[in-house]
């Protein structure tokens, strides 16, 4: 279900929260975007949303200390590798393996 907002946390556009995806009012997304978002969907179902939530943020903050940068971190979260990576195959959903965001850790 998407839901429109005037303002998101994290200065971001669209934020997918299992069943809901947050977009910022005004802001367009395309295929790729929306692609992107739907593998964090899987993701989270394949956790939980709770769970997921749970290791994003700590990966985030393992990931902040190793390189001490908030960008450098943010991509290379497990979860966010395994999303950008793929978001511009729009048949990867269909071919995606249940936990394959673990190949993306490093």
């Known amino acids: 279900m998407i839901v429109r907002c005037d303002k998101l946390p994290f200065d971001v556009n669209v934020i997918a929260?299992?069943?809901?995806?947050?977009?910022?009012?005004?802001?367009?997304?395309?295929?790729?975007?929306?692609?992107?978002?739907?593998?964090?969907?899987?993701?989270?179902?394949?956790?939980?949303?709770?769970?997921?939530?749970?290791?994003?943020?700590?990966?985030?903050?393992?990931?902040?200390?190793?390189?001490?940068?908030?960008?450098?971190?943010?991509?290379?979260?497990?979860f966010e590798s395994e999303a950008y990576s793929n978001q511009a195959n729009l048949d990867y959903l269909q071919e995606r393996k249940l936990w394959e965001f673990l190949s993306y850790y490093a």
């Open 17 to 78: 929260l299992y069943p809901f995806m947050f977009i910022k009012c005004g802001y367009i997304q395309d295929a790729e975007n929306e692609n992107h978002e739907n593998i964090h969907y899987a993701q989270e179902k394949a956790l939980g949303l709770i769970l997921f939530l749970l290791l994003y943020g700590i990966e985030y903050l393992i990931r902040l200390i190793q390189y001490r940068d908030h960008w450098r971190a943010y991509y290379n979260i497990s």
